[in-house]
């Protein structure tokens, strides 16, 4: 949503940059311990699924473009819709596995 605010003018570069940056170590640690949620109870396939993303993550992390600068949030806008697009995606998709499982095993 910040960055669609950001491709309409609706909030500053720097308001933008800082939402986003909030939220993004939290996530990341969120998602690890999903994935290791998921390897400790024994969901193997749901591991298997949540680990590109743990891995995806990772190297992120590594090369230090987890971060959206705000200088270079204009340049970098479009890659970054589709990059929080794809995840949002992904989440879903194992959201709605997840509960599958759960109803399946009851």
Not at 74 to 81: A, D, I, Q, V
Not at 86 to 104: E, P, Q, T
Request: charged share 20%.
């Amino acid at each position: 949503m910040c960055l669609a605010d950001l491709e309409f003018d609706y909030i500053n570069p720097f308001d933008s940059s800082s939402r986003i940056n909030k939220v993004v170590m939290p996530e990341f640690i969120v998602q690890a311990l999903l994935s290791a949620l998921f390897l400790l109870s024994g969901h193997w396939a749901m591991f298997l699924l949540s680990a590109p993303m743990v891995y995806y993550n990772y190297t992120l992390y590594e090369r230090r473009q987890h971060l959206v600068d705000v200088t270079e949030i204009f340049n970098h806008l479009s890659r970054e819709k589709k990059r929080r697009l794809f995840k949002i995606a992904a989440l879903i998709v194992l959201l709605f596995l997840s509960l599958f499982w759960m109803i399946w095993s009851v």
